[in-house]
Nanobody
């Protein structure tokens, strides 16, 4: 098993940046692919981005095109979501999730992930 903890959320003005972290505890982190999802008030949870276990493949949602970068440091057991040019529509609770997958695959659907963090709130003011 792996335990996940997100951090780095907070209040930011539109146009600002935040870097979210997803720290893992448990098994060898490089054997897990990681995804980022978010849930805005009154909306369903949606995909934001994902990173393969090796860290050599990433994907992100079209809504984040040109505004986010996903990276990971397996030695620190941490995956990062760098978000720039934030918009009020980005306001949500952001979750990281992990799936046992040590290769280069990325996973885009939340039902493919087995472990979830508690989430971190990002609020973007206009």
């Amino acid at each position: 098993q792996v335990q996940l903890a997100e951090s780095g959320g907070g209040l930011v003005q539109a146009g600002g940046s935040l870097r979210l972290s997803c720290a893992a505890a448990g098994h060898t982190f490089s054997t897990y692919a990681v995804g980022w999802f978010r849930q805005a008030p009154g909306k369903e949870r949606e995909f934001v981005g994902a990173c393969s276990g090796r860290g050599d493949n990433t994907r992100h949602a079209e809504s984040m095109e040109g505004r986010c970068t996903i990276s990971r440091d397996n030695a620190k057991k941490t995956v990062y979501l760098q978000m720039n040019n934030l918009k009020p529509d980005d306001t949500a609770v952001y979750y990281c999730a992990a799936k046992l997958s040590s290769g280069s695959w990325v996973w885009l659907e939340e039902n493919e992930y087995d472990y979830w963090g508690q989430g971190t709130l990002v609020t973007v003011s206009s």
